[in-house]
């Protein structure tokens, strides 16, 4: 056990040097910092226009915002940890996984006594407390700059806020192991790369169209796609609705933050997302020792 808090250690240190993901990660925090602002100016927008509308005698309608939760205001981080977060995790992991392999680090730690599982499970405990402590810091700037903008929130919002983000944390973890099981086993280094977003493209964009026949810019919503209901997209639906995680992820995401358009099953869509980090752990950990002593082709 020490051995892997050992290599968890060396891993943190290692991630906060590397400038890329950094970057990365600066931007995720940034839009989720500006989502919820964002989200109040256009609900504010609406509100003044209806006020308008019915000073003019326009419409009797009720304001569509009155009766919103505030958690509503933070709608479009969802689609910020599908397309930012999510290809930040990747680059973190991939990156993590080249450093060591470059450096040759991973042959010096495998001389010592110390088994495969264990540089594995360290590799991905120091990811795993890296995403941990930017996940954490970012639902505390969502939490104050909902209560700045809305009041402060109450237990029930906030405890549905924390859900919210502990499953943040459950998506970016998969797609860092994922990028970090890459990193490890991929003969050439731009590989290391290109496969796990190609594997992120795929599920985000592709299983989504496939699925459900929308148009690719609809997909950058944080509502999901609705499913087709007749025809050949409705049989692939059935097929491939559970394995686009993304949309799994906005619609749980979209029950929590109480998005009135979002419908659908959210212990479905967590019991996939969290099947899917089994499934990327599983494969990591299945990676022979041998291959983690391998060099880059390129």
Known sequence: MSA?????????????????PKVLLILFVVMVMLSSFIGWLASTTVTSVWRESVRVGLTTAPNPFADMSPLYFSRNTVIYVVLIGALAAIVLGAMSGMRDRRARVTDLILTRPVSGREFLAGKALGLGAVLAGITTLVSMIAWV?????????????????LAFFALVLVVLQTFALLGLLSGLRSREQTGALLLPIS??????????QLSTGANPVSLLNPVPAPPAT????????????????????????GLLLANPDVIGSASLAVAVLGFAL??????????????????FHD
């Open 4 to 20: 892997v808090r050992s290599i968890a250690r060396h891993e943190v240190t290692g991630l906060r040097r590397e400038r890329l």
């Open 145 to 161: 700059t909902l209560a700045v903008i809305a009041g402060p929130l109450g237990w029930g919002a906030t405890l549905r806020l």
């Open 199 to 208: 594997i992120w493209a795929l599920i985000t964009f592709v299983l989504p």
């Open 230 to 253: 007749d025809g050949a997209f409705a049989v692939l639906h059935a097929v491939l609705g559970p394995l686009s995680l993304t949309e799994q992820f906005k619609t749980v995401s």
């Open 278 to 295: 089994l499934l990327v752990t599983g494969a990591l950990f299945a990676t022979p020792r041998t291959a983690l002593r391998t060099v």
